[in-house]
């Protein structure tokens, strides 16, 4: 699976940005997990929001509220919608996709480049 992310950039605080990506490949379309990570300087990796397939959300508690994911399964992308930017989202954002074959027991957890998301103050 390969992941293409674009939409990074520089906004001020209380802007907003929209991150986009899109997976291709042998993507297992009945149980998988598309969303985002990010690395904040001085911090380890951190998730930021995930989909399901089905249309299950997880966000991390910074974020609740101000960023929204979604996605396309026909086009198979995932959007981040991220608005109330602040200061502390400044960071390096990776799109992130998963999958687990229950039959074989087996996954993959697979990161693409990153995009870089700059709020100033």
């Known amino acids: 699976v390969q992941l293409q992310a674009s939409g990074g950039g520089l906004v001020q605080a209380g802007g907003s940005l929209t991150l986009s990506c899109t997976a291709s490949g042998n993507i297992y379309s009945s149980n998988n997990h598309l969303g985002w990570y990010r690395r904040i300087p001085g911090k380890q990796r951190e998730l930021v929001a995930t989909i399901h397939n089905g249309g299950d959300t997880k966000y991390t508690d910074s974020v609740k509220g101000r960023f929204t994911i979604s996605r396309d399964n026909a086009k198979n992308m995932v959007y981040l919608q991220m608005n109330s930017l602040k200061p502390e989202d400044t960071g390096v954002y990776y799109c992130?996709?998963?999958?687990?074959?229950?039959?074989?027991?087996?996954?993959?957890?697979?990161w693409g480049k990153g995009t870089q998301v700059t709020v100033s103050s």
């Open positions: 992130y996709y998963s999958d687990h074959v229950p039959i074989v027991d087996e996954g993959m957890e697979v």
